[in-house]
Each structure stands twice: as C-alpha cells, then as structure tokens.
C-alpha cells in the first residue's frame, strides 16, 4: 500500500511527503523529479519550455503508472496530476489518497514568486485552474486534510492519524 499525495500548487505535499517518509519509514517519489529523470531536461520549466504541457502531461502518466507498480512508498504528485483520469485509476489501485486542501489565498501566498511554476505565474489564470480542479481533488480523495493553518509536521501528523483508522478499520 502506497500513500498519494494530492492537492495545488503549493498545498505543501512536496514537504509533507518528507515527514510522513521519515515516519513512516517509506520512500518518497516526487512525480516532477520523475518527471525531469525521465526527460531529457533539468526543471519543470524547461520541459514546459520545451515540449509544453501536453508532452509534460505525457510524461507525467508514465510517471505514475510505474509509481503504481511500487509498494510501501508516498507518492507526491503534481497539482495538475488529477485531471487524467487514467492517473487516478493508476493511483487507486495501490494507493490512499489524501488530499491536501488549502485556501486560494494561502496557496498564493506560498507560491508567490516562484518562477519555478509555469502554471502559477499568473494569479488569475491560477485561480480559474484552482477552481476547476477542487471537485476533482474531493472526488477522488479518501481523506481530506485542511492545511490553511497548519506547518508540514501537523499535516503529517494528522495523516497519520487517518491512516492508523484507515488500517484499524480493515
Ligand atoms: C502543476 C504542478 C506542479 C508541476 C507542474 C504542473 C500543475 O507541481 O507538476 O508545474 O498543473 O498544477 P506542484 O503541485 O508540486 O507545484
């Protein structure tokens, strides 16, 4: 059983993923620094740069269908990652699903000025892709946690906490 990561930009699964590793004792795969392995590139940008989002998209499905085939590792996926639904059937099969849910506003905040996000450079434009894509994130997530008012740790603590009901109720 895996652990999958999801939420925006900027929800803090990149870090929470770290923590819950270390707790766990689980490996942690980052689908963008998959992502970058498998392509000829050095950054997200550059892929986007390159061969735009439908080629960054590509490689993001691959990603995860070989993630799925692993056990015992926390899968933190890209904010875009939901919107294929061959992802999530991927991602079903072997994983809980956590969403990490937070604020427009916070997200703005923690993402401001990061040119390392080609999808986040323009606040407006984030906003129309955020609200698109929050029924997705409660479609698909088993557990929802809040994080507006939370640093990583607590996040990962409260986690845990499901996932020891998730495993106490099976
Ligand atoms: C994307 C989110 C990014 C990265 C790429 C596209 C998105 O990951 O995969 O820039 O579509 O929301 P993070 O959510 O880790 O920033």
Same mark, same amino acid.
Not at 164 to 170: G, L, P, T, Y
């Given at each position: 059983? !895996?652990?999958?990561?999801? @939420?925006?930009? @900027?929800? %803090?699964?990149? =870090?929470?993923?770290?923590?819950? %590793? &270390? ?9 963008? =620094?998959?992502?970058?392995?498998? $392509? *000829?590139?050095?950054?997200?940008? &550059? ?7 439908? @080629? ?5 499905? /691959?990603?995860?269908e070989q993630l799925s085939d ?5 899968? $933190?996926? %890209?904010? %875009? ?8 059937? !991927?991602?079903?099969? !072997? $994983? ?6 937070? &604020? ?12 390392? /996000? ?5 606040? !407006? #434009?984030?906003? #129309?892709?955020?609200?698109? /894509? &929050? ?21 990962? *603590?409260?986690i845990i906490k499901k996932i020891?009901?998730?495993? $106490?109720?099976?």
């Open positions: 059983m !895996n652990l999958a990561l999801i @939420g925006f930009m @900027g929800a %803090g699964k990149t =870090e929470t993923a770290k923590i819950l %590793g &270390e707790i766990l004792d689980y490996q942690i795969k980052e689908t963008d =620094e998959e992502i970058i392995k498998a $392509s *000829e590139f050095e950054t997200i940008k &550059e892929i986007f740069n390159h061969i735009k989002e439908l @080629g960054f998209r590509k490689l993001e499905t /691959r990603v995860i692993q056990n015992q590792i926390i899968i $933190s996926t %890209g904010g %875009g990652a939901v919107m294929n639904q061959i992802n999530m059937l !991927n991602l079903n099969k !072997n $994983s809980i699903i956590i969403y990490l849910k937070t &604020e427009f506003e916070t997200l703005k905040k923690r993402v401001a000025q990061d040119y390392e /996000r080609p999808l986040f450079q323009d606040p !407006n #434009k984030a906003k #129309k892709l955020f609200k698109l /894509r &929050e029924p997705v994130y409660e479609y698909y997530a088993q557990y929802i946690i809040k994080t507006d008012d939370l640093v990583p740790k607590q996040v990962a *603590e409260q020891k009901a998730h495993v $106490s109720d099976k």
